[in-house]
């Protein structure tokens, strides 16, 4: 049951990660106000631009935490296929760009 209500407090989508931004800066705008209003001077506009600043890194880290994965999706249109090898000494297969430049000119010969 507390795993059904937790999932309603994740956020999945960049939408749901902009909605989140938009309350969170709200917050602390309110809070960099209240912060004027108490501390006159330059004390109270560090503490609201502190305040603001937050927004920027609670957002980059929301907004990366939802990129889309990169698992079967390429850079581009004529990016280099995905090719699995076994190194040896190591127990699973890494990815590695297949790059026909390294080849050699034998090996590319289509006679």
Same mark, same amino acid.
């Given at each position: 049951?507390?795993?059904?209500?937790?999932?309603?407090?994740? +956020?999945?989508?960049?939408?749901?990660?902009?909605?989140? +931004?938009?309350? +969170?800066?709200?917050?602390?705008?309110?809070?960099?106000?209240?912060?004027?209003? $108490?501390?006159?001077?330059?004390?109270?506009?560090?503490?609201?631009?502190?305040?603001?600043?937050?927004?920027?890194?609670?957002?980059?880290?929301?907004?990366?935490?939802?990129?889309?994965?990169?698992?079967?999706? /390429?850079?581009?249109?004529?990016?280099?296929?995905?090719?699995?090898?076994?190194? $040896?000494?190591?127990? /699973?297969?890494?990815?590695?760009?297949?790059?026909?430049?390294?080849?050699?000119?034998?090996?590319?010969? $289509?006679?």
């Amino acid at each position: 049951m507390l795993r059904k209500v937790g999932r309603l407090f994740t +956020i999945k989508t960049r939408w749901e990660a902009w909605l989140v +931004i938009y309350a +969170i800066a709200l917050g602390a705008v309110e809070r960099g106000r209240h912060y004027l209003e $108490t501390y006159p001077g330059w004390q109270g506009w560090m503490l609201a631009f502190a305040c603001t600043g937050v927004v920027f890194l609670a957002g980059a880290k929301l907004l990366d935490a939802v990129r889309p994965a990169a698992a079967g999706m /390429r850079a581009g249109p004529y990016a280099a296929p995905l090719v699995r090898r076994v190194p $040896t000494g190591r127990n /699973r297969p890494m990815l590695r760009h297949y790059r026909p430049s390294l080849e050699s000119r034998t090996s590319r010969r $289509t006679d």
